[in-house]
């Protein structure tokens, strides 16, 4: 097979090609069948990974049990801080080896890799240490009728297993932004990356497994989503909560397994972000942080901007000034801003550029790219596609209606505040939206009525960790961040005791 997204395959041991297995109880195992793993910027084979079956699932998940009843479910607070802490440090001392797995599997430009996947992910285990180390719980003296009193509090206690279930795009930093709240409050884990970005997953097991954590607290498994490993996961009923960041169509997929024995679930999903640029606004940051917000990770972040309003006076400046931006990005470039690697695989490439035709198709003017370069070399191989602004499209286009998950944005004009924040809403998604304006009672009132869980004004991605982030409607259910993923990683109980 040469395709990362092939179903499984015999091992083809005897290559020199690298095998990633699952971790489980504790241990490397296999389950007899593997799928190959191509690089997106050449389609040379990266990594056979194991496809773990349902016998494997079932003893992820009995391992976890156990781990959760056992040692991993008697270590205290500050056990668990501290072991958390020896993860983030032993990120820290492999981080060169985690910047080149990340790299390895999604083609992404080296220095993103550093200061966005792998430096966050030690952050996100540092923070969730920490906030948890600090929490408290609710106390109150309640009345009674004989006068006396009685105490009520309340303790927090974990869920037992965690699915934890992630997407490519990210696949450091969304990972370790679930295993590290789920693990700081004491649950076991079963996470199971996705199929497309095994590595840096697979060698934190090592990193774990080196800081402390007892056979089964942490287990990971490899494989395929429907119909395969991530199902198989989300319907064990050994599982006892669900996180999942990924499509919104998976999402529903997996609510639905959710279902069955009513267990909670925080979903992360997809969106159609939507940035207005005002004519106060300082043109020259807005088109910066657009063309950052349409062209990082190759537009494969669920917070990239698809669609982009602009008020009218600007409008023509403004597509000019994006033409330039997309014409200065570099393929393959190291750069965090202007380096653009390739699209994930060759299956999310023909989304794209499905997307690059039907734009056509319904009438849209490009601007600049709409196809996919060529490089007569090995990259021919690989998973590329230009970067893309058009415009002249209606709203109701499905171009403007669906996600792309591609680096491409349109660019329309607007007359009035009103008409601007209308648009942005005319979607059946809510994660993410930006306001580009220097006029500072704008900026509040246009932000609080967007319909999504994060606006930002005058940047772009600029995340404090402590802060609940998720999306309304199709966009995802629950809010994680800070305290608001204590709040979905455990359950409140409250113990009263009459005086
Ligand atoms: P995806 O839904 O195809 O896959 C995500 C994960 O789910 C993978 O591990 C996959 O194997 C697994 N999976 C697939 N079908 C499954 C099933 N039926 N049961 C259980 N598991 C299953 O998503 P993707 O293509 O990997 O990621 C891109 C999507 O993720 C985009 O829609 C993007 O917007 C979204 N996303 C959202 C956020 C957010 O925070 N809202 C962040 C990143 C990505």
Redesign the pocket.
């Given at each position: 097979k040469t395709s990362s997204s092939a179903r499984p395959t015999d091992d083809n041991s005897g290559s020199d090609t690298p095998l990633r297995r699952c971790w489980v109880g504790g241990q490397w195992r296999e389950s007899g069948a593997t799928f190959v793993k191509t690089s997106p910027v050449d389609g040379h084979c990266v990594a056979h990974v194991v496809e773990a079956d349902k016998a494997l699932i079932d003893d992820a998940v009995a391992a976890a049990r156990r781990a959760a009843a056992g040692e991993w479910g008697r270590f205290s607070a500050s056990q668990r801080k501290a072991l958390l802490h020896r993860i983030a440090d032993g990120i820290e001392n492999r981080f060169e080896e985690f910047v080149a797995a990340e790299v390895g599997d999604t083609g992404r430009p080296v220095e993103q890799a550093r200061i966005l996947d792998i430096r966050r992910g030690v952050a996100n285990f540092r923070l969730f240490a920490d906030l948890v180390a600090d929490a408290s719980g609710e106390v109150y003296e309640t009345e009674t009728p004989d006068g006396e009193g009685a105490l009520s509090y309340t303790i927090s206690r974990p869920h037992g297993v965690v699915a934890i279930?992630?997407?490519?795009?990210?696949p450091f930093l969304?990972l370790t932004w679930k295993i590290a709240p789920a693990l700081a409050l004491g649950n076991a884990v079963v996470v199971?990356?996705?199929?497309?970005t095994p590595s840096s997953a697979t060698l934190l097991c090592e990193v774990i497994a080196e800081a402390g954590m007892p056979a089964g607290g942490f287990n990971l498994i490899h494989?395929?989503?429907?119909?395969?490993?991530?199902?198989f996961?989300?319907?064990h009923p050994g599982i006892d909560a669900i996180t999942?960041?990924?499509?919104?169509?998976?999402?529903q997929?997996?609510m639905r397994?959710a279902a069955e024995g009513v267990r909670p679930v925080s979903?992360?999903?997809?969106?159609k972000n939507a940035a207005l640029v005002f004519a106060d606004a300082d043109l020259e940051k807005a088109l910066d942080g657009v063309a950052r917000s349409t062209f990082l990770n190759c537009g494969?972040?669920?917070?990239c901007t698809e669609r982009v309003y602009v008020e009218r006076p600007i409008f023509e400046q403004f597509v000019a000034g994006m033409k330039a931006r997309a014409e200065r990005m570099v393929y393959g470039g190291s750069d965090a801003v202007t380096g653009l690697g390739p699209l994930?695989s060759h299956e999310?490439r023909e989304k794209v550029l499905g997307y690059y035709r039907l734009a056509l198709e319904e009438g849209a003017t490009v601007v600049v790219g709409g196809g996919t370069p060529q490089f007569g070399d090995d990259r021919d191989g690989g998973s590329w596609v230009e970067p893309t602004v058009i415009t002249g499209l209606p709203q109701t286009a499905r171009c403007l209606q669906e996600?792309v998950?591609g680096p491409i944005t349109h660019i329309a004009p607007f007359d009035t505040e009103e008409e601007a924040i209308g648009l942005a809403n005319d979607t059946v998604y809510g994660?993410a939206a930006a306001v580009w304006t220097r006029d500072v009672s704008r900026a509040h009132r246009v932000s609080r009525r967007m319909r999504v869980?994060i606006t930002w004004v005058n940047t772009w991605f600029q995340r404090d960790l402590r802060t609940p982030?998720?999306?309304v409607r199709l966009?995802?259910l629950g809010r994680e961040g800070g305290r608001h993923s204590l709040d979905f990683y455990c359950q409140p109980m409250t113990i009263c005791v009459k005086i």
């Open positions: 279930i992630s997407p490519w795009n990210l969304l199971k990356p996705s199929e497309e494989g395929h989503g429907a119909g395969a490993a991530g199902e996961l989300t319907r999942f960041t990924g499509e919104t169509g998976t999402g997929a997996i397994a979903f992360e999903l997809g969106g494969q972040v669920c917070l994930i999310h996600e998950f994660l869980g982030f998720g999306g966009s995802g």
